[in-house]
Structure formats: C-alpha cells, structure tokens
C-alpha cells in the first residue's frame, strides 16, 4: 500500500544496516515542524501519536479525523499499534471536511512498533513516512519477532520506508530514560516523544519535571523531539 505524504519515500540515506550515513542529507519535511515542538503544542496545535479502533483506541479513524478538526489540530499523526489502516479513512474524512470549507490539520502517516532496545521493550513511532512496504512485517497487527523485533532493524524499517523514527514515552519503561535515549541516539533514531503526559491527567499536559530531562538530554544528543496525546479514549484532549 503506498501513503501518499507529499511524495516522502526515498530521500533519506541509510546504509545498508539502516544506521544512517554521516554527511549531508535532505531533511524529512517533518523536521522544521518539529523544531517547533513544545511543552504546549499539545493537544490543540499538534498531536503525533493516538489511537483508533484500528488498534486498541475507541475511537474511528473518522471520528478522530473530525475531532482533531474541530480541536482546531495543524498536524497530526495517527499512530495505532502495528496498523495505519486509519491513515487512508482518517485522509479520506479530512478531504471530506475541506470540501466543506474546514480548515483541517495536515495528516502524516504513522505506526506504533515494539522493539527491543538495550534488552528492554520499547515502543517506537514511525512517523511521515512515504513508501509503507518496508514496514509490512510491523503492520499487521501483531508485533514482530527474532530479528526483526530489535530497534535497529525497526529504525532500518522505517528509514527505508522514508519516515522518522521516534522513541515514544521514554520514560515509562523498565530501563532509566537516560540510558535507552543514548542507546537510542547510538542506533540511529531520529527523535525522541519528548512531550508526554505520564500522570495521565484528564486534560493532556506534559508532565513537568520529566520532560524537561528528556527535552536536555535530546537536544544534547541533537535528537528531535515530538508530542502526542496517546489517546486511547474518546476525547482527543486526553489520554
Ligand atoms: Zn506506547
Ligand atoms: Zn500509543
């Protein structure tokens, strides 16, 4: 299946081991909105990680769709757990509300994929990416195994496939944050979920002393940071 995202697929080099080469290379589009991530851009201007019923989220793809309009959302990326089925109906629902005169967020493509990192269980998020064939050992609908569960062959995935890959919720693992980020950094991921709100608050907000270690320890490694909501509910403004 081909996700049509502004004819991303092939610009980014990687070696052949998905590490990224050193030297010039074009930025993916993403990377000059992400620059403008902060600790507020979440949940009314951008949200780069919820869920649908094409995983374990509650609401539809187009539910979703229209409700990130209504937030008044610029960009957002669904990232449901090994799927992007919502990308195609959530674009569609999108296109449907620009004829209708809405101005509507711009929709990048995005999957949720475990990986092994450091020995520990993470998740990772492919963002923007073009060319959806090189992920389709992670989409469908289960989480990959042997070699192609660890986060160097994910970020390879995701490299080939035009996208970014980002370490979600770095902080809510069994490894300290500090350690999987500068494993992550090693392995050639693209950016970090910088913003996230782990006390899990009715209304989204970034829990503050955590994210302000993450969002050092990121520039530090010149890591890019995002923001999502992790919406599994019914209210985009939240958990
Ligand atoms: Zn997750
Ligand atoms: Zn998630």
Redesign the pocket.
């Given at each position: 299946m081909h996700v049509n995202v502004d004819g991303i697929g092939s610009s980014r080099p990687s070696s052949p081991r998905g590490v990224p080469r050193p030297g010039p290379r074009s930025p993916h589009p993403l990377e000059k909105i992400l620059a403008t991530v902060g600790p507020h851009s979440c949940p009314g201007q951008y949200n780069f990680?919820?869920?649908t019923t094409c995983s374990d989220g509650t609401l539809t793809p187009e539910e979703l769709a229209t409700q990130a309009t209504e937030l008044g959302l610029e960009h957002l990326a669904i990232?449901d757990?090994h799927s992007h089925q919502a990308y195609g109906l959530a674009q569609q629902t999108i296109e449907a509300l620009v004829r209708h005169g809405h101005a509507v967020p711009k929709l990048w493509s995005g999957t949720?994929i475990n990986g092994i990192l450091h020995t520990c269980l993470v998740?990772i998020?492919a963002l923007g990416y073009g060319d959806a064939a090189p992920l389709m050992c992670y989409t469908q609908g289960q989480a990959a195994h042997g070699e192609a569960l660890g986060a160097a062959a994910v970020v390879a995935a995701i490299h080939r496939a035009g996208g970014l890959a980002i370490l979600?919720?770095p902080a809510r693992y069994r490894l300290d944050f500090r350690v999987l980020i500068r494993e992550a950094q090693r392995l050639g991921f693209d950016g970090v979920e910088t913003w996230y709100d782990y006390d899990m608050m009715p209304q989204w907000q970034a829990s503050p002393w955590i994210c302000h270690q993450v969002d050092q320890l990121r520039q530090d490694l010149g890591l890019l940071a995002t923001c999502?909501t992790?919406t599994?509910s019914t209210d985009l403004r939240g958990r």
């Amino acid at each position: 299946m081909h996700v049509n995202v502004d004819g991303i697929g092939s610009s980014r080099p990687s070696s052949p081991r998905g590490v990224p080469r050193p030297g010039p290379r074009s930025p993916h589009p993403l990377e000059k909105i992400l620059a403008t991530v902060g600790p507020h851009s979440c949940p009314g201007q951008y949200n780069f990680h919820c869920h649908t019923t094409c995983s374990d989220g509650t609401l539809t793809p187009e539910e979703l769709a229209t409700q990130a309009t209504e937030l008044g959302l610029e960009h957002l990326a669904i990232t449901d757990h090994h799927s992007h089925q919502a990308y195609g109906l959530a674009q569609q629902t999108i296109e449907a509300l620009v004829r209708h005169g809405h101005a509507v967020p711009k929709l990048w493509s995005g999957t949720e994929i475990n990986g092994i990192l450091h020995t520990c269980l993470v998740h990772i998020l492919a963002l923007g990416y073009g060319d959806a064939a090189p992920l389709m050992c992670y989409t469908q609908g289960q989480a990959a195994h042997g070699e192609a569960l660890g986060a160097a062959a994910v970020v390879a995935a995701i490299h080939r496939a035009g996208g970014l890959a980002i370490l979600a919720h770095p902080a809510r693992y069994r490894l300290d944050f500090r350690v999987l980020i500068r494993e992550a950094q090693r392995l050639g991921f693209d950016g970090v979920e910088t913003w996230y709100d782990y006390d899990m608050m009715p209304q989204w907000q970034a829990s503050p002393w955590i994210c302000h270690q993450v969002d050092q320890l990121r520039q530090d490694l010149g890591l890019l940071a995002t923001c999502g909501t992790d919406t599994h509910s019914t209210d985009l403004r939240g958990r």
